[in-house]
C-alpha cells in the first residue's frame, strides 16, 4: 500500500467515478486497493464534524475498517465532489426562478418546484421535484434529468401561471387562489406584486 500522506484522495475518487455513472453511489464491489488508500487517506486528514466519519476514524485506530465502512467514506468524498462542483455545473443548467410550474413534457402535462437557495448549506443549488398525485414531491435526480426540465421551463413563458390556473395555488407560493382575477393569472396579487408584474 503506497503511503497515505501523500496522495490526494479526492483526484483518486474523481478519476473513479470518470468511469461510471456519477449519480451511482460506490458499491462494495467496485472497492479495489487503491480506493481504500484513497479512503483511508481522507478519513486520516478529516478534521469536519461528519459523526459518521469522526466515528471511523476513532475506530480505524483500534479495529481497522470494513470494506462496506470504506465505501462509505468512498461515498463521502464522491458527496464533497460533487457538492464542490456544483457550482461548476450550474452554468450548464438554465437559470429558472424559483417557484411551481406546469409543462408538456413528451406529451403530458406535468408539475414541477424549482427551487435554489440564496442561503445555508444549499445555497447556490437547484433542486427541481415534481409533484405527483395529491402535492407529494419526487426529486428529478440526474444532471441531465434535471437541466432537460429547468430547458423546457425556461422556453415556457406560461408554465409558472399555467400550474397556478391547473391547480388552484399560485405558481410562485403555493398558496390557494381564492378570487377569479389570482385564479386566471395563476398567480396571487401579493407575489405579483413581487414580481412587479
Given amino acids: ?77 464522491r458527496a464533497e465532489i460533487l457538492r464542490e462542483g ?13 417557484g411551481r410550474y406546469a409543462i408538456n413534457v413528451d406529451g403530458k402535462l406535468r408539475f414541477f418546484h424549482v427551487n435554489t437557495p440564496s442561503e445555508g448549506r444549499w445555497d447556490g443549488y437547484t433542486f427541481v421535484k415534481e409533484f405527483i398525485g395529491g402535492g407529494n414531491e419526487f426529486p428529478i435526480k440526474g444532471r441531465e434529468s434535471r437541466n432537460r426540465i429547468l430547458g423546457l421551463i425556461s422556453q415556457d413563458s406560461d408554465s409558472l401561471a399555467r400550474y397556478g390556473r391547473e391547480l388552484g395555488v399560485c405558481g410562485v407560493c403555493g398558496r390557494p387562489l381564492t378570487d377569479t382575477p389570482s385564479r386566471e393569472a395563476g398567480i396571487g396579487p401579493v407575489c405579483i406584486q413581487k414580481l412587479g408584474m
Fill in 1 to 77: 500500500m503506497s503511503n497515505v500522506s501523500t496522495i490526494d484522495p479526492k483526484a483518486i475518487v474523481r478519476d473513479a467515478l470518470l468511469s461510471r455513472d456519477i449519480d451511482d453511489k460506490f458499491t462494495n464491489e467496485e472497492v479495489n486497493t487503491m480506493l481504500t488508500t484513497a479512503g483511508m487517506a481522507f478519513l486520516k486528514d478529516y478534521t469536519g464534524g461528519f459523526d459518521y466519519l469522526v466515528d471511523l476514524k476513532a475506530k480505524s485506530r483500534k479495529f481497522g475498517l470494513s470494506t462496506g465502512q470504506i465505501r462509505g467514506i468512498l461515498n463521502c468524498i
Fill in 86 to 98: 456544483q457550482r461548476e455545473l450550474a452554468d450548464e443548467a438554465t437559470p429558472v426562478a424559483n
